[in-house]
């Protein structure tokens, strides 16, 4: 079995100092993090980033901030939003793409979210997909329901989207495919041969969908973003500590932890 990629969202949209005192949101703050996180067996940082009252924003220059920050400190993934916060317009969100980072999320298609509506458009979607190959960036295919998996395969048969094809299950958002075994084994059941996958359950979801994905084979994103606890009523006190759990539950099960290096080859993103 491959090594596993551990995927670090270490800040998100939608929490705040408020929800967690633990939550990174300068550029500073997110470095410094991202760092722990790496050291502690993350191979890849999924990016997001605040203006300076803390609020979700896709400013195209606080991101170049915060990646050269990041990059500074340690050699981690990049793989930056476009998902932006609920309400954001596509010319907001597809912002950063232009830094060329390794990677981004493309989501194919709309879901609710809670008692929002996180919109993706059909037109919007193959927008994006251009977006990221004009620069060279891979997708990494944000999964919230079994159909837009075939969304994506559309995008890679009209040719959009080319090379190594990575998803990543989000399992548990109230509107979303559920997180248990059955919605998990479903959606690895129509992946396309070759395909790579990782899970990211929110909430109480995350620790039983990751304990999942390391024995069928998949990778596994935790973080702030999805989830605060680090058990029911004790709030996590970093990324790295999420992490941190993710290695050990990992090295129990008998798979290694992919260093960023390693997570480049698995992904495609090297020839070496």
């Given at each position: 079995?491959?090594?596993v990629i551990?995927?670090?969202?270490?800040?998100?949209?939608e929490?705040?100092?408020?929800?967690?005192?633990?939550?990174?949101?300068t550029?500073?703050e997110i470095?410094?993090?991202?760092e722990?996180?790496a050291?502690a067996?993350?191979?890849i940082?999924h990016?997001?980033v605040?203006?300076?009252?803390?609020?979700p924003?896709?400013d195209?220059?606080?991101?170049e901030?915060?990646?050269?920050?990041?990059?500074?400190?340690?050699?981690?993934?990049?793989?930056v939003?476009?998902g932006?916060?609920?309400?954001m317009?596509p010319?907001?969100?597809i912002?950063?793409?232009?830094?060329n980072p390794?990677?981004?999320?493309?989501?194919?298609?709309?879901?609710?979210f809670?008692?929002?509506?996180f919109?993706?458009?059909?037109?919007?979607?193959?927008s994006?997909?251009?977006e990221?190959?004009?620069?060279?960036?891979?997708?990494?295919?944000e999964?919230?329901?079994?159909?837009m998996?075939f969304?994506?395969?559309r995008?890679?048969?009209e040719g959009?989207?080319?090379?190594?094809?990575h998803?990543?299950?989000v399992?548990?958002?109230?509107?979303?495919?559920?997180?248990?075994?059955?919605?998990l084994?479903?959606?690895?059941?129509?992946?396309p041969?070759g395909?790579?996958?990782?899970v990211?359950?929110?909430?109480?979801?995350?620790?039983p969908?990751a304990?999942l994905?390391l024995?069928?084979?998949?990778?596994?994103?935790?973080?702030?973003?999805?989830?605060?606890?680090?058990k029911?009523?004790?709030?996590?006190k970093?990324?790295?500590e999420?992490?941190?759990?993710?290695?050990?539950?990992?090295?129990?099960?008998?798979?290694?932890?992919?260093t960023?290096?390693?997570?480049r080859k698995?992904l495609?993103?090297?020839?070496d």
């Amino acid at each position: 079995m491959e090594k596993v990629i551990i995927t670090a969202a270490v800040v998100g949209a939608e929490i705040t100092k408020e929800d967690t005192p633990y939550l990174p949101t300068t550029p500073d703050e997110i470095a410094i993090d991202v760092e722990k996180a790496a050291k502690a067996g993350a191979a890849i940082v999924h990016l997001h980033v605040r203006d300076k009252e803390g609020r979700p924003t896709q400013d195209k220059k606080i991101f170049e901030e915060t990646i050269k920050k990041i990059r500074e400190r340690v050699d981690i993934i990049i793989q930056v939003s476009t998902g932006g916060a609920v309400g954001m317009t596509p010319e907001e969100r597809i912002q950063p793409v232009t830094l060329n980072p390794e990677m981004a999320t493309l989501t194919t298609g709309t879901v609710n979210f809670g008692d929002e509506v996180f919109l993706n458009k059909p037109e919007d979607i193959r927008s994006f997909a251009k977006e990221l190959k004009k620069y060279g960036v891979r997708a990494e295919f944000e999964i919230f329901d079994v159909g837009m998996i075939f969304n994506a395969m559309r995008l890679v048969n009209e040719g959009l989207v080319e090379g190594h094809l990575h998803f990543d299950f989000v399992m548990g958002v109230p509107g979303g495919i559920p997180a248990t075994a059955k919605h998990l084994l479903h959606l690895i059941d129509h992946l396309p041969k070759g395909a790579t996958w990782s899970v990211a359950g929110i909430g109480r979801h995350q620790l039983p969908m990751a304990m999942l994905a390391l024995p069928l084979g998949g990778h596994v994103r935790v973080g702030l973003e999805d989830n605060i606890y680090y058990k029911k009523g004790v709030l996590a006190k970093s990324n790295s500590e999420l992490v941190a759990r993710v290695v050990r539950l990992a090295e129990e099960l008998g798979r290694e932890v992919a260093t960023p290096k390693e997570a480049r080859k698995i992904l495609g993103l090297t020839s070496d």
